[in-house]
């Protein structure tokens, strides 16, 4: 992972006070590449900066690629997918079945643990793009029971460019059931389009990830970057540049615990990590001996 760290900008220096004329960026990353996957945030690396965001891919590639994801576990946390081009098809036995495009997502608390991965498939497009990111889930809900939401666009609400994807923002709710106290916005601006983001009191963590075009915020950042800004209050605000740019961004008040991580799990303590492991080992038992019945689909879409 490429990570610079900024100096500080837009301090006025002056005899009696200084005046901050904009929230710097003090972070930027292109991440690693996997392939179809980029790896902007890890829990080990600038999750640990801007937690209870701890997580984040960009993922773009040939629809079908999505097929290949295997099963795979987690726990302690919640996944957030969003789509940013093309779409994908989910199947759920509880949710039933669906279309996500632009805006849509998948939330999926993990909470004391679940194995999934096959419950997002190619939709009508050719190609994918989209970010995943994962949330830190505070003390009463990182053992908690499985909550999985599939959210068609149609649902998500917007505030102007920006669709509220978690939280609350100018007073439109998100209809995902999320911990408060953080927000999580997907965006589109067009080209010369400026757009102040505001964060509610207490938000004192900010990042920004592009999909598509560049944003002036104010130092440009481009298509595949993330940025952190500097811890705060204060807004930010940013200009599509060259062409229409779509980002996601998130603020949060800060996640007041440390991080205790496995492979596939982040929880406040090693004694909920330990519980969750085990809940997964355990789950990770009956799903092999589900997948040896006769009869039986391979396509288990999630499984807890």
């Keep these: 992972m490429t990570v610079q760290q900024q100096p500080p900008i837009g301090i006025v220096p002056g005899s009696a006070r200084e005046t901050v004329t904009h ?88 909470g004391g643990g679940v194995w999934h991965g096959k419950e997002m498939s190619a939709g009508t497009s050719k190609r994918i793009q989209g970010f995943q990111l994962w949330v830190a889930l505070p003390p009463a809900l990182e053992n908690a029971s499985v909550d999985s939401q599939y959210l068609e666009s149609s649902v998500m609400p917007e505030v102007g460019p920006a669709r509220v994807i978690l939280g609350a923002y100018e007073g439109v709710q998100s209809p995902v059931r999320a911990p408060a106290g953080m927000n999580y916005l997907l965006v589109t601006l067009r080209v010369g389009e400026s757009w102040t983001y505001v964060p509610p009191n207490g938000h004192e963590s900010l990042w920004l990830s592009v999909s598509r075009g560049s944003l002036g915020a104010p130092g440009l950042v481009t298509a595949g970057e993330m940025v952190i800004f500097e811890p705060g209050s204060g807004a930010v605000t940013l200009k599509a540049m060259h062409k229409d740019a779509v980002f996601v961004i998130g603020s949060a008040a800060p996640h007041p615990y440390d991080l205790a991580l496995g492979n596939y799990s982040v929880h406040t303590n090693p004694q909920a990590l330990r519980a969750g492991e085990e809940k997964i080992a355990e789950i990770g038992v009956r799903l092999r001996e589900y997948l040896q019945k006769p009869n039986e689909s391979a396509r288990v879409p999630v499984f807890k």
């Design 23 to 110: 929230r710097a960026i003090s972070y930027r990353t292109t991440g690693s590449g996997h392939g179809a996957i980029v790896r902007l945030m890890s829990p080990s690396n600038l999750g640990q900066l801007v937690k209870p965001f701890v997580f984040l891919d960009l993922f773009e590639d040939e629809s079908s690629f999505i097929g290949g994801m295997p099963m795979h576990p987690h726990s302690g946390i919640a996944t957030v997918t969003v789509i940013t081009e093309g779409n994908l098809r989910f199947e759920d036995a509880e949710s039933g079945t669906g279309m996500i495009d632009y805006g849509g997502v998948e939330w999926m608390r993990a």
